[in-house]
């Protein structure tokens, strides 16, 4: 039995933003979705019918990142105006915020564990941060240009990061030392992803080619050339058997990384692709343009034929074998590859609000992928590049799953409530001081002359 591959699908559309879309993230819970522009602004869209957008007002300057904590009660955002924000995904749309760096900040990331905030600037500098209270940790420096962006390893032990100054490093949290750097790119680096697996990277970039590494060799795996631009941003499939990226060529190509070649083209954005990201399950991604428009598609074509994952899983383990790189791995049936045109937009009625309203999206569950995220201790250990991955069952009692995702998220919730009262306290004594200036200024001036 084979499976059949079906073409995505353009299942929801939002229009809110004024300005190009910079930066794109599911919330883990699969019933958000956040996206930064250049308007200066943070908009959550709710998935759920009939609920509206929400529309975080704060910076003073364009929104170049924005991510949700592994928890997803909490948004981080990076901005122009120099500083980070973490908000609250709520209709309050309460947050917190401090200035990161002497210059624009390009990228913010969460540690797996949602603890570490990593952020990348134009000051040339990349800094790690503790969620609570912001507290500084430490800065790695040895990029000679603008850091476009930087990401956390899976495992959180690693940093991967990409510049202006054509290079991408990775580096050691623990040493806080760069272990390689990799020379390849011919323009400025503009995205850099870990493959869900911890071994490989991929960065994309000015050149208009998209590179992939193995980190344990250091050695360039794949490079692909299918943009005819610059190429803007890009996202591994959690199977890490797909990366799909956005170009200034205003399209969207899918990367079938088990046989090195392109696997689908999407039209969809009038003007340049600015950013794009796969759900943490993979099962949809969204996309963001020039034409200030959010886009999200169903991913359809990585439904398999889970029968033939488990024989093929059961072979492979009966023998063990070294961990394969993605050249090493057999293509499956040949195919061509499959040209989406651009879609029929659906009519918006209102900011965040659609005329249709797809079922597919209204009612989402937990899945097991979420619940790994949440407690690394108990996921399942992470494939090699490649390898196919069977199905298993979830081992954390649904309950206790619960439970936990409560206790964590009210936890986040009192942190980020201590954070602001901390904030408002510090400026009611800084009101204080000035008052008992104000008065003994007073006090001098009225006092009687001998």
């Known amino acids: ?222 490079h692909y050339q299918v943009h005819t631009a610059a190429v803007n941003g890009l996202s591994f499939h959690s199977s890490g058997n797909y990366l799909i990226t956005a170009s200034n060529d205003s399209t969207l190509k899918i990367l079938d990384l088990l046989e090195g070649r392109l696997f689908y083209t999407l039209h969809g954005h009038q003007g340049p692709a600015t950013t794009v990201a796969f759900s943490r399950a993979g099962d949809f991604f969204a996309s963001g343009g020039s034409d200030e428009q959010v886009m999200v598609w169903k991913t359809n074509f990585d439904q398999v034929d889970y029968s033939e994952v488990l024989k093929s899983h059961k072979a492979r383990t009966e023998q063990p074998q070294p961990p394969p790189h993605i050249h090493d791995i057999p293509p499956r049936s040949p195919h061509t590859v499959r040209q989406v045109p651009r879609p029929a937009v659906p009519q918006t009625t209102a900011a965040g609000q659609n005329s249709t309203v797809p079922h597919s999206l209204a009612d989402f569950s937990l899945t097991s992928a979420d619940v790994a995220m949440r407690d690394p201790v108990h996921a399942p250990p992470a494939p090699s590049v490649g390898a196919t991955q069977p199905l298993e069952k979830q081992t954390i009692p649904p309950q206790l799953a619960n439970t936990l995702e409560h206790i964590v998220g009210q936890l986040d919730v009192i942190t980020q409530t201590v954070s602001i009262l901390e904030q408002r306290l510090s400026m009611t004594e800084n009101k204080l001081r000035e008052a008992l200036d104000n008065q003994q200024k007073i006090t001098l001036q009225v006092r009687p002359t001998d």
Request: some cysteine; overall charge positive; aromatic content about 10%.
């Open 1 to 222: 039995m084979t499976s059949v591959l079906e073409d995505p699908t353009l299942e929801r559309h939002f229009k809110g933003h004024r300005d190009t879309v910079t930066s794109l993230d599911f919330n883990p819970n699969m019933k958000q979705l956040a996206s930064g522009s250049m308007d200066s602004c943070l908009m959550v869209w709710n998935f759920k019918p009939q609920m509206r957008a929400y529309r975080f007002v704060g910076h003073k300057d364009a929104v170049m990142s924005v991510v949700f904590s592994p928890s997803g009660h909490l948004v981080a955002s990076a901005s122009r105006d120099k500083t980070v924000r973490l908000w609250i995904p709520s209709v309050k749309g309460e947050s917190t915020v401090f200035k990161a760096h002497t210059a624009t900040v390009r990228s913010v990331d969460f540690s797996p564990d949602g603890q570490a905030l990593l952020t990348a600037s134009d000051d040339k500098s990349i800094k790690v941060w503790t969620v609570h209270r912001q507290k500084f940790q430490f800065s790695l420096n040895q990029h000679m240009n603008w850091v476009r962006c930087a990401r956390f390893s899976p495992d959180g032990r690693m940093i991967v990061s990409g510049s202006d100054d054509k290079t991408v490093k990775l580096w050691d949290k623990n040493t806080k030392e760069c272990v390689h750097t990799f020379f390849e790119h011919g323009g400025f680096v503009n995205s850099v992803a870990f493959h869900p697996s911890g071994t490989c990277i991929a960065a994309a970039g000015t050149d208009s080619t998209v590179k992939v590494w193995d980190i344990r060799t250091n050695r360039l795996l794949q």
